[in-house]
């Protein structure tokens, strides 16, 4: 565990580079809603460098072979809690399919699919 998100980074960067075999990279969809104002206040040039607490960031490089951990509960049914370790088995375009490596449900093989998040702005900030 570090404090900072790109201290964490740095470590996880390394050691995939340590490991054998081609890596895939997935890169976030940043956007900001459809208005001029907002395009322009926050471009995705912008939006990219930005690495908030509780998301992956920008650019994620992911390994067959690598463990992984959820930042957040997905599917807790399934055994995909916040938290949970897993083995990645194979990398697709928009699908990760893992072994659970932790919790209730070890070594049962699942999907994770690309998944979008939406912010709306708090009330409070208007």
């Keep these: 565990l570090t404090p900072q998100n790109k201290d964490a980074q740095k470590i996880n960067h390394s050691i995939i580079d340590r490991m054998s075999g081609s ?10 809603s459809t208005t001029e104002v907002n395009a322009c206040m926050f471009p995705n040039e912008f939006l990219n460098t930005l690495n908030p607490s509780g998301l992956p960031p920008h650019e994620l ?11 957040r509960s997905i599917a807790p049914k399934a055994g995909l809690y916040n938290g949970t370790r897993l083995r990645i088995d194979a990398l697709q375009q928009f699908v990760i399919t893992a072994t659970i490596l932790s919790r209730t449900c070890i070594g ?4 994770i699919p690309r998944i979008d998040f939406y912010f709306k702005q708090s009330q409070h900030l208007h």
Aim: hydrophobic share 35%.
């Design 23 to 32: 890596s895939q990279t997935y890169n976030s969809a940043d956007s900001t």
């Design 61 to 71: 490089n992911l390994k067959v072979g690598i463990p992984i951990i959820l930042i």
């Design 108 to 111: 049962k093989q699942v999907k």
